[in-house]
């Protein structure tokens, strides 16, 4: 089973405070990917890391945005401070071979 | 620089009647690509992939996909549409461009289903 796990699956906010999500994907998903889906953007890539080390965050907000991934099991997408406008459900994938695996999104509601 | 387009934004179907959503991708390798469909409120699904083995994929729900290099199309079609594949469809295209395969996304196509 490749699946990824993402929690929590919803989330609501007050602006300003601190949002985390986190990622579960499995060992053998040496790629893990951060996507935002909006409805005016669609789905955006935000950042990936490859063997834990991050490659690409060009996608991401980084006075208020920080990704990071702790063990090769686990990783995390902070918001802080958190505004509306984040509000969208992001998910996270992990590839295996060519094949992307996404987990189940979080629904983050920024109010 | 991988990119996908999906050519449609909303198709609309009577139930019964064939589906087909379109999809053309630009790609300086030869490319993993993919369709996801995503139901209301809910994750995304893999109907079906093609990485480099027979150009006529067949995936879930009777829905299937044809690579066509010449075209650089990846367009999915089923032969009869049922009111449960309504839904949000994104066609994908992953390559090793960026040193790792990185899946793009379309901007998606919604599938609208008529009784």
């Known amino acids: 089973d490749a699946r990824v796990t993402q929690t929590p699956r919803h989330k609501v906010t007050e602006m300003g405070q601190e949002v985390t999500m986190r990622c579960q994907p499995i060992?053998?998903?040496?790629?893990v990917f951060w996507y935002r889906q909006t409805m005016m953007q669609g789905l955006e890539l935000l950042a990936y890391?490859?063997?834990?080390?991050?490659?690409?965050d060009s996608g991401m907000p980084k006075d208020r945005f920080s990704a990071e991934m702790p063990d090769a099991t686990l990783a995390t997408l902070k918001i802080q401070p958190s505004e509306p406008r984040d509000s969208a459900v992001y998910f996270c994938a992990g590839l295996l071979n060519t094949e992307a695996f996404f987990g189940q999104g979080t629904r983050l509601t920024v109010v | 620089a991988q990119s996908v387009t999906q050519l449609d934004s909303h198709v609309s179907v009577s139930e019964g009647t064939p589906v087909l959503l379109r999809c053309n991708y630009s790609s300086s390798y030869s490319p993993s690509l993919f369709w996801y469909v995503q139901h209301p409120n809910k994750g995304l699904q893999l109907l079906l992939k093609y990485t480099s083995a027979a150009t006529l994929v067949k995936g879930i729900n009777g829905f299937e996909a044809e690579f066509k290099k010449s075209e650089t199309s990846f367009h999915l079609t089923k032969p009869s549409a049922h009111m449960s594949d309504a839904a949000e469809y994104f066609c994908v295209v992953s390559d090793p461009s960026g040193g790792s395969y990185i899946p793009t996304f379309g901007r998606g196509t919604s599938l609208i289903v008529h009784p």
């Open positions: 060992l053998g998903h040496n790629t």
């Open positions: 890391f490859r063997n834990r080390a991050p490659l690409d």
